[in-house]
């Protein structure tokens, strides 16, 4: 089993920067792919982020591309993603997600535990 925590969500106004964090528990941890995926109200949970198990391998949404950061520390157990620039369209709740492979990947089939989410609000 492995669980995860995210924090860090909360309002912020256009143009501003968010940090979250995940902090993971359990086995296998450091030796997984890690992803960020976003769900906003009526619409399907779509992918944001990912990394590899070492993170020498990011990939990203176009919609994020340049303004959104992922990184991890396999020391502290922890994924972070930098969100610089954002937009109201950025709004939604955010999960952290444990990939059963040690690669990066977008496909959400690929990920086997997920966070309870943080909610994301870019609003004036």
């Known amino acids: 089993q492995v669980q995860l925590v995210e924090s860090g969500g909360g309002l912020v106004q256009p143009g501003g920067s968010l940090r979250l964090s995940c902090a993971a528990s359990?086995?296998?941890?450091?030796?997984?792919?890690m992803g960020w995926f976003r769900q906003a109200p009526g619409k399907e949970r779509e992918f944001v982020a990912t990394?590899?198990?070492?993170?020498?391998?990011?990939a990203y949404a176009d919609s994020v591309k340049g303004r959104f950061t992922i990184s991890r520390d396999n020391t502290k157990n922890t994924v972070a993603l930098q969100m610089n620039s954002v937009k109201p369209e950025d709004s939604a709740v955010y999960y952290c997600?444990?990939?059963?492979?040690?690669?990066?990947?977008?496909?959400?089939?690929?990920?086997?535990?997920w966070g309870q989410g943080t909610q994301v609000t870019v609003s004036s």
């Open positions: 997600a444990h990939s059963r492979k040690p690669s990066m990947s977008s496909d959400l089939s690929d990920y086997d535990y």
């Open positions: 359990g086995r296998t941890f450091p030796i997984n792919g």
């Open positions: 990394i590899s198990w070492n993170g020498g391998s990011t």
